[in-house]
Every structure is written in C-alpha cells, then in structure tokens.
C-alpha cells in the first residue's frame, strides 16, 4: 500500500477534528487566497497564498494575480522543500510506525476497536490486523485520502502536483531560491506525537465511525476554497458545532497555531531578503492566530490581490 506524503493531505486532515476558536477578526482576512504584504520597512512587497493541498493545479488560474506574482517574485517559500520526494517519503514511513509494546487493543475499548476495525475493512477490504503496526495519525491520512479519491474520482494521489509543489517547481525552473518553513521532521512530530496515541485512536475511531458523511464537509470545504473563503473554511475545520469527533486543543494548536506562531518568526527576514512567494495550507492564513492577522499586527500593510 502505497502512503501519501503529509502534505497532500495536512488540509484535509485537519478537517475531521474541532476545536472552540476565536472568532475575533474572522472577517477581515477572508475574502481571497492570495494576499499582499508591505510596510514596515519592506523595500518591496511580498505575496501570501493559501493553498489547498489537494486541489487540482489548474486551479491557480484562477486566483488574480497569481501568476503575475509567481514570474515577479524573486524567491518561493513553502511549508517545507517539495523536491526531495524519496526522501520525505522514508522519513514519514518511519516515523508513522506504531512504538513497540503498543497496540490498538491495548489503547481502544472493545467497542471502538470494533467500529474502527469494521470501518476499515468498509474501505480497504482489510482491518487493524494490516494496519495496526501504523500509528493513528498516519490510518487517519490514508483513510480520508481514500475516501477522497472515492468521492472525487478525478483526484488521483499517486499523479497529483500540489499548488505547493508547482510553484516551487516554477520556480527552480526560473533559478530561483526556494526555502521551507519547517522540516518533514516537524510535519511528523505534528501529526503523529503531539497527542497522546490513545486519545488520537478513540478520536481515529470516532471518524471513521462517520463514514461516508464526510463528503459533506469535503464538499463544503472545496467550494469555500474555489471562493477564498477561508474564515468559513477555518470555522468548519476548527469550530464545527456538528462535529462529534474532537481533538485536544493542544493536538489542534501543535496542527496550525504552533506552526504558525514558528513560522511568524521566520518570516520578517525572509521577506526583508528578497520579494517572496509565500505558499502555505490556507488553514494558516485565519483567524486571530492566522499569518495574515499576526503579520498586520506586527506592523505590515496586510491587502488582499483580487
């Protein structure tokens, strides 16, 4: 079985949990995917893109000014370097394996092992006695990749180019620079141990207990996206009062905010450097603790490109 990179389905992951946010300030940055940033000593402009891991690439001609911003900007950042695949890909394997002496019999009641057993066999044809060497983070990513190729056929994870990975690309093409925020070692440590295993198997089990009923929230989520509506889109991921299946707010916090706050570091000098293309999961431009709102505080001119 082939595992899908922590990119393509980071966005998608977070949807299936909730948390109690903020909604202070949820409207001033919504409204568009891609986001001018000026002021505050900034000698040129940087640009903002919200990205949807697994939206088709073709979609970015239909954001304005993207590709204007893609062939003028002198560097490309993203949440982490694309272009070692192989790489990435052992290092996820490897960190996605169940420690020793663990095991989902140990962590789930009789019931919730059976819900989740059974959910998977609906899908795979085969249960935790496969995926049971696999920690919950990694089943909960290849469990709502699959289900995504099923609802949308037209997706295909195995030939699919992230906006992420494409505007890196160009850009390489282009000879130039591209930087990561944060290391596959981080994404890792995010999404598979900022939670206790046991709470992120009953929650494991709460979501695939939910079966096909996710397509609704899926459908909601793309059609947010297509009209940069990311306030809505936070507000279904992190504040869903119709979402049974809640995380911590410290393993929501380690997804987005955490992130967030580390990158907001980074940041100003990347783009007092040089004019940058900043592509990341659209999730983190939202809301108070959102790149957008923490970069307008910090003193930059902060403007939507429509």
Not at 54 to 61: C, E, G, K, Q, R
Not at 143 to 157: C, E, S, V
Not at 292 to 304: N, P, S, T
Request: net charge negative.
């Amino acid at each position: 079985m082939k595992i899908v990179s922590t990119t393509f389905a980071v966005l998608i992951f977070l949807v299936l949990s909730a948390i109690t946010a903020s909604a202070q300030d949820k409207q001033e940055y919504s409204g568009a995917l891609l986001w001018k940033v000026s002021g505050n000593g900034l000698e040129k402009p940087s640009y903002i893109l919200g990205t949807h891991h697994l939206a088709h690439v073709s979609f970015i001609d239909s954001i304005p000014g993207l590709k204007t911003v893609i062939d003028n900007a002198e560097q490309t950042v993203g949440e982490l370097l694309m272009s070692d695949q192989t790489a990435m890909q052992a290092k996820i394997q490897e960190g996605a394996i169940m420690p020793a002496g663990e095991s989902y019999k140990n962590m789930l009641s009789d019931e919730d092992y059976a819900k989740l057993d059974k959910g998977l066999k609906d899908l795979f044809s085969v249960g935790l006695e496969q995926f049971g060497q696999l920690k919950p983070g990694m089943i909960s990513m290849i469990y709502t990749i699959t289900l995504y190729t099923k609802f949308y056929p037209g997706f295909n994870p195995v030939n699919h180019e992230a906006i992420d990975a494409y505007v890196q690309r160009i850009a390489k093409e282009q000879n130039k620079s591209v930087l990561g925020l944060e290391t596959v070692e981080d994404q890792i440590t995010a999404l598979f141990d900022s939670e206790p295993l046991k709470d992120q198997a009953i929650t494991l089990a709460c979501v695939v207990g939910q079966g096909e009923s996710i397509k609704e929230s899926l459908d909601k989520l793309n059609n947010y996206y297509r009209n940069g509506e990311l306030s809505k889109m936070y507000d279904l991921a992190f504040n869903d009062p119709d979402d049974t299946c809640r995380s911590s707010q410290n393993y929501l916090n380690a997804l987005n905010k955490d992130r967030n706050d580390k990158w907001l570091l980074k940041l100003p000098q990347i783009m007092k450097d040089k004019s940058s293309l900043i592509a990341v999961g659209a999730l983190h431009l939202a809301q108070k603790d959102g790149l957008l709102y923490q970069l307008a505080k910090m003193g930059y001119k902060v403007e939507a490109v429509k």
